[in-house]
């Protein structure tokens, strides 16, 4: 397991799934967030995925922590696919989890996979994961505490659907 407990918990204002980054990119997201400290779990854990774009031609790829603290995996990548050693990877966006455009690797090894069907990408990620002691984490704009004085009467949702025009009221 790739974890690591950072200082400030839900009562700084930490949510479950925030983005964590640090000066160079993603770090990973906050797993658990506690009273006064958060479990981050980092991007090279095997239970962890993040949806990448490369920067040079925008290709959308998933990649997988292998639990190597140095390697993320990209399997099924279509032989076809322009993807090549020295290509920066980028959050994509997807999946709103993490921002678009955050730095997370750099393709060190495109090869075929054991069935020779796809292509499999190694990439080392830039943030520093082991080297780095201030990491920051990335807030969506959501209110991070909720209102006490807020009753349901006083939320204003979505206005309701304008109903289709039946056959008799049609012009």
């Not at 779990?41 to 959308?60: C, E, S, W």
């Not at 990335?138 to 039946?166: M, R, Y």
Request: no cysteine.
């Amino acid at each position: 397991r790739h974890r690591l407990l950072i200082d400030h918990g839900s009562a700084q204002g930490v949510r479950e799934g925030q983005a964590v980054i640090d000066a160079h990119g993603l770090v990973g997201q906050v797993l658990a967030p506690m009273t006064d400290r958060a479990q981050v779990i980092l991007i090279t854990d095997p239970g962890h995925a993040i949806p990448v774009r490369v920067a040079r031609n925008g290709l959308r790829a998933i990649a997988y922590g292998t639990g190597e603290i140095d390697r993320l995996e990209l399997p099924h990548i279509p032989f076809s696919a322009d993807i090549v050693v020295g290509d920066q990877l980028l959050t994509s966006g997807l999946g709103e989890r993490f921002p678009g455009g955050i730095p997370v690797a750099v393709i060190k090894s495109v090869h075929g996979d054991d069935s020779a069907t796809f292509a499999v990408a190694e990439a080392t990620p830039v943030a520093g994961l082991t080297r780095g002691n201030q990491v920051l984490l990335l807030s969506t704009g959501q209110p991070q505490h909720s209102d006490s004085t807020q009753t349901p009467a006083d939320f204003v949702g979505p206005p309701e659907p304008i109903a289709a025009p039946t056959p008799e009221q049609s012009p």
